[in-house]
């Protein structure tokens, strides 16, 4: 009897090492396969995630960087009707009040819809762009506020060949601050 025993309990402690082991296994690979069911962000929704009040950018370089991000989400990439909406309410969010107060919500959407159809009634996209180095930001002071000035080229890839458009920016500091775009404009040869 006393050798059933023993042979009974190392069989239960087999089995239960077994078990635990498979079990352990199962969930292993269980966290590993849902890791790799992760659906990748679309460029638009890398854009929208960026939380402006924790993380604004720091510099005008930057400031500018992340409007070209948008602008680009803007040409290039897919999005919803709702996508729309946040894209072009996270830009206003760089803007300086000044700028923003120029258009109602409901216009500077409709003149956005506009010109979005018209780059793609002309089958354009924004390519790439390239920013000012950092050391050739103009920093100025204009009546009290800090203000900065730089420029970006915007490569926009018509038909088979690309065509750089220049814009120079202006930005003037805020109460808090942050750099916001007060203006830019297209840059003649």
Request: charged share 30%.
């Amino acid at each position: 009897m006393k050798r059933s025993g023993v042979i009974s309990i190392i069989v239960t402690c087999v089995i239960l090492v077994v078990i635990i082991g498979g079990f352990a296994f199962y969930l292993a690979h269980k966290s590993q396969s849902g890791a790799e069911e992760e659906v990748e962000s679309t460029q638009v929704q890398k854009v929208l995630q960026k939380d402006l009040d924790r993380n604004y950018p720091p510099t005008p370089k930057e400031v500018v960087k992340y409007f070209a991000e948008i602008t680009k989400c803007f040409y290039n990439e897919e999005y919803s009707e709702d996508d729309l909406e946040k894209l072009a309410y996270k830009i206003q969010e760089l803007y300086d009040t000044d700028l923003v107060a120029n258009k109602s919500p409901e216009d500077y959407l409709q003149d956005l819809r506009s010109d979005i159809a018209g780059m793609k009634e002309q089958k354009s996209s924004i390519y790439s762009y390239e920013l000012s180095a950092s050391t050739d930001v103009e920093y100025f002071t204009e009546q009290d506020y800090d203000c900065a000035k730089l420029y970006c080229i915007f490569n926009v890839k018509q038909g088979a060949g690309t065509v750089p458009s220049m814009e120079q920016f202006v930005l003037r500091k805020d109460e808090e601050g942050h750099w916001k775009i007060l203006g830019w404009d297209l840059v003649n040869d």
